[in-house]
């Protein structure tokens, strides 16, 4: 069974940093695609950034030039590393994968991060 997990979470200040990891346990195989989702109370779960196998990276208007997303298929882990976080970018921030072969996605059970301000 696949697993992903996040860490990395917490609370920062405003103008601060904070990096995610999320390593993916029971699989024998890469994900075609990885990103984080985050979800703010009261809002859908919107993607921060993602990153597929031969593709440049993609993020949400909100986060770019500040949030940078990596991955190491060697691995199967994928980071992301947020600087300058700003109080709206509190939100429970999950981990996904994407299986092309089985239309299948993948989820973390997601990790938080409090920007104070």
């Known amino acids: 069974q696949v697993q992903l997990k996040e860490s990395g979470g917490g609370l920062v200040q405003a103008g601060g940093s904070l990096s995610l990891s999320c390593e993916a346990f029971?699989?024998?195989?890469?994900?075609?695609?990885m990103g984080w989702y985050r979800q703010a109370p009261g809002h859908q779960r919107e993607l921060v950034a993602g990153?597929?196998?031969?593709?440049?990276?993609n993020y949400a208007d909100s986060v770019k030039g500040r949030f940078t997303i990596s991955r190491d298929t060697a691995s199967n882990t994928v980071s992301l590393h947020m600087n300058p976080l700003k109080p709206e970018d509190t939100a429970v921030y999950y981990c996904?994968?994407?299986?092309?072969?089985?239309?299948?996605?993948?989820w973390g059970e997601g990790t938080l991060v409090t920007v104070s301000s």
């Open positions: 990153i597929s196998i031969g593709a440049s990276p």
């Open positions: 996904h994968g994407y299986v092309v072969k089985n239309n299948a996605n993948y």
């Open positions: 029971g699989s024998a195989f890469n994900f075609d695609a």
